[in-house]
């Protein structure tokens, strides 16, 4: 066999594998839109704004109500100590005053 | 008339302060199915003589015709058409692809033709039945003796079929016995109709029966002694 | 075999010599291919993690709290007075005013956070459907004093299992016992994993709060359109206060997780520089032996196009290749593998984990992003170098 004909085997399978990886997608996408029927009851009844992914530090638990400055808070000097700080960033303070 | 030069002068660097004249008004003529050796000391010209011959350049001035075709102002597209079409070369230290297979590398020349596997592999097969080398075939062609690759060179050179065989210091860096082979399957190869030209110091070229005419290049020119 | 038209097995042979030239050197171009293919996958996770995340709060939050209003003081938020409620009354077309308590309780003894919210769910828009967000029992009535429903997590790390009762510790050390009533079910994990929920006074008696503060106020409008202008007037009726919109904490979530962020950056910045330093490799120019072969294939009636296209398909299947291979480990392993490496970035040291089940986002725009930032570098540092290739006289072979 020539080598172009491997590749286009290769490039065949992998066209499969993506395809099939497709078609999870909308499965789960399926799933997840009853999940989600339910959380949105769960925001509007209890008022919630965040997602819970992080739990360590309250800017990361909660960024939409807590304020951009957080971790100087506990004192002038602080600097940013959490590992999730580096992964989130901090929303825009466009709150209104 | 197979090669016609026609005060043939070639200039390198023309019009820079290092301009060199390797040929001037170099006229010949060479037959069909002739064996010509080619002589010369290094810096003579002899090599620029035999890339003007293998199509790799034009001329600057003067005329040359290869096959028919008139090299002056043929762009470089063209000349590299009208090279694969018609000349075979064989290199001094074969110029082999080491990493790729002795059947790889005779092929080589087919590529950019459009020519599809089965069919290459055919032309090469019989070839290195022809050259016996059939029993490396696959071998990486840097892993075969001196002497099989010389003959894995040679099946490239004719891999296409082309009309003119140039070779340079082929015997360079070979021993007698197989400066003696390879002489020998030029003249077989003169017999079946081809026109070789090997450029050459080696005794064992230039005094070999097949040898139809040496031509002797000094300072750009040809020398009649 | 049906005939191929020469142009196009020309263009085969080609592709054949170009992928039998990549083994030849496999070690080298495997070896590059992987790095690359596990910059991409980076990039990748980072971007489908992210958009997932993006994604579901996009879809999940549109019922957020039309205007949340927080008392400042000194840079801090801290507990706003009842009495503010009335401020607001001369304000027309607010729909309902609901004051929450909520905070973090940090778990000593296993290191959790957890978040304890209260607020009387019955004046809640959808505050009727509540139950159905969990998965048995119900959420503390009025009347029922001391009780709690708790997020899944929270269930596991106090490892109650069929038990019924948890206590927690008010700040004076005194402990506070709680019945729990109902448990949030798996679905909302997202939202709720880390919550208790109870009554308002018994989350004034675990903070120790006095009943003429709550943390914060939500207010419903009547009309939707007149969020932003009442937002304007109640942060002019109290001036010290922060007031958030809806649209601003939807918004959040759009930018929270960006290129900018210090993972992103590092993680842009490696493929860069990686790249960078491929491209110098590439661009100090063509080793000789490159150049020997270029010089023998030109001889041999190789055209400078047909050694150039030999370049382009060799830096193509690598980039592509490496593209493709990415991009599929990255969907799988957000989708089927949780993210698991870039998880505990995430999280950080959070010891409630996010039990995932997240439907990778794959944008057109995210893939040119990437693409841009892998693929056309890598071309670039390859193929343009490889015009030096025509710089190679095809008679270099017969000097």
């Not at chain 3, 905070?103 to 459907?129: C, I, Q, W």
Request: aromatic share 8%.
């Amino acid at each position: 066999m020539r080598p172009s004909h491997r590749l286009f085997i290769f490039l065949l399978l992998l066209i499969f594998l993506d395809g099939a990886l497709y078609l999870h997608a909308k499965h789960l996408g399926n799933i997840l839109k009853d999940d989600r029927a339910v959380q949105t009851i769960a925001v509007a009844g209890l008022g919630l704004t965040d997602l819970c992914v992080a739990t360590e530090a309250r800017y990361t638990r909660h960024p939409a109500v807590s304020d951009p400055m957080a971790p100087f808070m506990d004192h002038p000097g602080a600097i940013e100590h959490f590992p999730t700080g580096s992964f989130w960033q901090a929303p825009a303070n466009s709150f209104i005053r | 008339m197979l090669i016609e030069l026609k005060d043939t002068t070639k200039i390198y660097n023309q019009g820079k302060p290092n301009e060199v004249t390797a040929l001037s008004d170099v006229s010949l003529r060479i037959e069909e199915q002739t064996m010509i050796c080619l002589q010369g000391a290094s810096g003579s010209g002899k090599s620029t003589l035999l890339a003007i011959m293998g199509c790799v350049f034009p001329p600057t001035s003067g005329s040359a015709a290869i096959a028919g075709k008139q090299l002056s102002r043929m762009p470089d597209r063209f000349l590299t058409i009208h090279r694969r079409e018609t000349i075979g070369f064989i290199f001094q230290q074969f110029n082999l692809l080491p990493r790729l297979s002795v059947l790889d590398n005779i092929t080589l020349p087919l590529l950019p033709l459009g020519i599809s596997p089965p069919e290459r592999k055919a032309r090469a097969r019989k070839l290195m039945e022809h050259l016996s080398i059939s029993h490396r075939e696959s071998f990486p062609a840097g892993q075969i003796s001196g002497g099989e690759m010389q003959r894995v060179a040679i099946a490239r050179a004719l891999i296409n079929n082309q009309p003119i065989i140039l070779a340079d210091e082929p015997t360079a860096h070979l021993d007698s016995r197989l400066s003696m082979e390879f002489m020998q399957i030029m003249a077989d190869l003169k017999k079946e109709g081809k026109t070789i030209i090997i450029a050459s110091h080696d005794t064992l070229v230039s005094e070999h029966p097949a040898i139809d005419k040496i031509i002797n290049i000094k300072d750009g020119r040809i020398h009649v002694p | 075999m049906a005939m191929i038209p020469k142009g196009l097995e020309k263009q085969l042979n080609t592709l054949d010599f170009a992928l039998s030239s990549l083994w030849r050197r496999k070690l080298k171009n495997l070896g590059i291919m992987m790095v690359f293919s596990l910059v991409i996958f980076l990039l990748g996770s980072f971007q489908m993690l992210t958009g997932a995340l993006t994604s579901s709060a996009d879809a999940v939050l549109e019922n957020t709290p039309e205007i949340t209003i927080q008392k400042m003081s000194a840079g801090r938020q801290e507990a706003i007075p009842q009495t503010y409620i009335k401020k607001l009354n001369s304000i027309y077309g607010i729909r309902a005013i609901i004051p929450r308590v909520w905070g973090y309780y940090f778990d000593e003894s296993t290191l959790a956070n957890f978040t304890v919210l209260a607020l009387d769910h019955n004046a809640m828009p959808n505050g009727s459907k509540l139950n159905l967000t969990l998965s048995d029992g119900h959420f503390p009535k009025k009347t029922e004093t001391g009780t709690a429903v708790l997020g899944g997590s929270v269930q596991d790390i106090l490892e109650l299992g069929d038990r019924r009762v948890f206590s927690l510790f008010r700040p004076d050390l005194s402990l506070k016992s709680f019945q729990v009533v109902g448990i949030f079910s798996k679905q909302t994990d997202l939202l709720t994993n880390d919550l208790i929920v109870m009554n308002v006074d018994d989350a004034r008696d675990l903070f120790a709060i006095p009943t003429s503060h709550v943390t914060d106020l939500c207010v419903y409008v009547a009309n939707p359109t007149e969020i932003e202008t009442i937002a304007k007037k109640i942060a002019g009726l109290l001036p010290d206060t922060r007031v958030l919109t809806k649209s601003q904490i939807q918004k959040t979530y759009q930018v929270v997780f960006s290129w900018r962020s210090g993972f992103a950056s590092i993680c842009l910045l490696t493929a860069l520089v990686a790249f960078a330093i491929l491209a110098w490799d590439k661009a100090s120019g063509l080793s000789p032996e490159e150049k020997r072969e270029i010089g023998i294939l030109k001889i041999l009636g190789w055209e400078t196009g047909d050694i150039l296209a030999v370049r382009f398909w060799e830096s193509t299947l690598v980039s592509a290749l490496a593209f493709i291979i990415g991009c599929t480990a990255a969907y799988i392993h957000v989708a089927f593998f949780d993210a698991s490496l870039l998880k505990p970035v995430m999280v950080g040291w959070s010891v409630i984990h996010p039990p995932f089940k997240l439907l990778p986002t794959v944008t057109l725009a995210d893939l040119l992003l990437i693409f841009t930032f892998s693929v056309l570098p890598y071309l670039g540092a390859t193929v343009i170098p490889a015009w030096r290739c025509s710089t190679v006289p095809p008679d270099s072979a017969i000097r």
